[in-house]
């Protein structure tokens, strides 16, 4: 799979798609999948981050849940919770060119 | 155009259980996505950025309006109220739930469409001519012979696990709207000195990372013998193509590597072979009954003069620009074909929304035959319009900001989804065409670059066909940064060619201004009557390259 | 593993031998190309049944001289999404008249037994978990089809004529 995250990245956190519908979620810390990045669990860390992986793909193991489970970079600011790269905050977001559409358009906690 | 009969309608009603199976064993769980996987990607299902996205099949980009309305309804009910066509000339919904595909197929198996090899490594939707039938100067229909590959190619038991995807193109006059160059296999259609119709076969074009323009390899296949030609191909590539790295598996560096010459021979034994068995020869009598269906509609004897049109034009400028630059001569008089341009400034290359699709589907009953045309450059097509209609189709098209005039002109582009959808992507192209759409908005402006052909894609995948534009674009990813490579001096047409790296890529700050030079220096360059690529020809890439770095 | 052969779970006759195993006396065996052509002699003077088995870089023309002392060819898919056997299954039938058993061996899905069994293939060796009910599901999705291909099948194109011919008597 693709990398998301720098090397040495400081923050991460776990996302997929809900394999019925295809949604964007994120791994919480109560082990439910999130439709919003500000739910996300965030590790701090190499280690910490592996580990949130492994809890994601526990979790996955019903296999009927979510698809394409991985980590990607997060910062945390004051606004909450932030997507590092441009691809993720497109995921969190919907589409930079129709910003009717998608999560940006539905829920709160969005961020460009 | 075609119709399904039975047997046509059985199979595709067949696959849409089929696939509904599969769909409800992975959603129990009796199937494991990696298990699932390759089976939705046999039916044109993706997972992209948000969703999932379903390619709907679009046989070479000939819709009717029945075909047209029941989109329409589909994209209101199962999706968002849009779709995307794209330069495959097929139609994508960007949001279904995996959930409903098998509804959505089941709707569009009633109008006789489905989503059968619009993915997956086996050999796609083929394509062709946006104005076949209507164009002055075609030797025969393409589409007859698009529809023959269609059912010979479906669910073709020995080529359905090629070492990678397989695209095949027609074109049947010599000015090539098909870009068959620069597919797997392209086929022109030629006749020969006893004026009989038979085909030239190019194969080994493709886009990608490696760009390779195809090599004729066949002068005349007789039309009895296309098929088994075409199976001979195929079965060399089959046996022979790698399979050891994804980005060599295409046709294309199986061609390369052991040469054009080569290729021929191999295929030239295989044929052969095949044609002694006599199995694949096509029947005239099945070649009449597919004609049938592409036999010319009811042409009424008209003028080709008509001063109330060239009256109306007079007074309205706007309608005059639309009539210079969206409308086609057509073959009979009174006639023209209309194109319908997809790419109104600012907003998305080749999106369509469900209402628009209605009022075409409006237009083309009443005015053009219920037929709705696809053309791979992402715009849309009325093949046959009276030439008296033309304002009233204009005003209608113009209500729905379907009237933009700018077919062949800078604002024209084609551009894939990119990072604004797709999962594979670097960059956004979406947004980069919508800007520079604006930079370039003047239409007095556009008129004097002349025709000029920005082709974007978001990664080297080359959806976007960047290779092949006059101007490519292409986006790259620095370090979780969105970069454009420009590329000059492409061409999908009969001379087709690859563009050349002008240099290092340019911020999405940059581009707009980047292009803008581009243009500036073709305009200070250019001779009279020269468009922007044949200037470039004349004068290559370094002029080009000294204006763009010179200030960086 | 489990193997279909025509259509039916059968008990596997055939011993595949590695090819540093030594020679049974008797019985039905399956050899690597490799071993055939170094032990050429002695295998097609053996008694009892010869098969070999081609991996998937392997095309059947070498070995088109002895296929009518071969009672079976083994096609090798390294994956499901190797799909060169396909071909080699169809020169062995088509180009060769091949009559012996044709075996899809390594990657083959539940939904790939139809285009397998349309080349020529007529056994293969499936999971444990291929049930004959999914067996049957499979190979009976579509009713016609498209191709002519080595089963022999009529296309919709000639069904099409012939329906057309009786059309025309009646008429
Ligand atoms: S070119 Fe790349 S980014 Fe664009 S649609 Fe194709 S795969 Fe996606």
Redesign the interface.
Known sequence: MAQHSRKGAQFQAVTANRLADGIVVYLTAANEWSVSLQDADVAEGKEAAEALLARGQKFYVPDILVVDIYLFEVEKTDGGIRASSVREIIRQAGPTVRTDLGKQAEIDGVHA | MYRY?Q??Q??VD??V??FSG?VARRLSGELAED?FK??RLMNGVYLQLHSYMLRIAIPYGTLSSRQVRKLAEIERVYDKGYGHFTTRQNLQLHWPALKDVPAILRELASVEMHCIQTSG?CIRNTTSDHHAGAVPGELEDPRVICEIIR??S?????????PRKFKIAVSATEHDRAAIRIHDIGVQVVTNAAGEIGYEVWVGGGLGRTPIIGKKIADFVPREDLLAYLESIL?VY??FGR?DNSYKARIKILVHEIGAEDMRRQVEAEFA?VKT?G??QL?D??VA?IEKYFAAPAWEDLSDDVPEIDALAAKDKGFAEWLRNNVSAHKVPGYSIVNVSLKPIGLTPGDCSADQMDVLADIADKYAFSEIRVAHEQNLCLAHVRKRDLHEVYQALNASELATPNIGLITDQIACPGLDYCNLANARSIVIAQRLSERFSDIEFQKKIGRLHVNMSGCINACGHHHVGHIGILGVDKKGVEYYQVTLGGAADETAAVGDIVGPAFTEGEIIDAIDTIVETYLGLRQDGEIFIDTYRRVGVQPFKDKLYATH | MQLIKNGSFVQDEWTTLADDEALPASGPVIVSLERFNTEQNLLLAREGKLGIRLK?GQ?PTPIAPYLDRLALVALEFPT?????A???A?MLR??FGFKGEVRAVGGV?R??F???S??GFDALEVDDNITPEAYADAVS?????????ADGRER??????RL?AKAGQHA
Do not use: C, I, K
């Open positions: 009969d047997f046509d059985q199979l067949e696959r259980t089929e599969q298990d390759p089976l490594n059912q010979w479906t669910f073709h038991p020995e080529f359905s696990y090629l079965r089959n046996m399979r072979e068995r199995v694949l029947p009598d099945e009954r | 998937s095309e499901y999404r190797n799909g060169r396909y071909s080699y169809r088509d180009r899905l939904d790939q139809f285009y397998m349309r080349v999705t579509f009713t016609e089809v498209y191709q002519p291909s919709v194109m000639s069904l099409r004529q057309a």
